[in-house]
Nanobody, 121 residues
């Protein structure tokens, strides 16, 4: 019923910037928190940043001061602006959203397919 699609990944040099986007589409009532996760080869998926429906934010310590998460509730979009990129930021980045699908009010988690970010020296 709901689809999340990420875009904006790619190859960038150390110190460069990328902006990831995630669009939610389908039939649903509302979106609660949205988040970005990442997973590097051989490592577990980790939370990068989260934003609530009222735009409160939290970040992993490793990205504080460099990454900014934002959202557009009208357009059902969430963004991750990544600046001062480091090689250790290389990973597949996944969009996550808690979505209320109908009037019952239950929240379901949805995931995007992931977008590759590679930071080279």
């Amino acid at each position: 019923q709901v689809q999340l699609v990420e875009s904006g990944g790619g190859l960038v040099q150390v110190g460069g910037s990328l902006r990831l986007s995630c669009a939610a589409s389908g039939r649903f009532r509302s979106i609660n928190s949205m988040a970005w996760y990442r997973q590097a080869p051989g490592k577990q998926r980790e939370l990068v940043a989260v934003i609530t429906r009222l735009t409160s934010t939290n970040y992993a310590d490793s990205v504080k001061g460099r990454f900014t998460i934002s959202r557009d509730n009208t357009k059902n979009l969430v963004y991750l602006q990544m600046n001062s990129l480091k090689p250790e930021d290389t990973a597949v980045y996944y969009c996550n959203a808690g979505i209320v699908r109908n009037y019952l009010g239950s929240e379901y988690d949805y995931w995007g397919q992931g977008t590759q970010v590679t930071v080279s020296s």
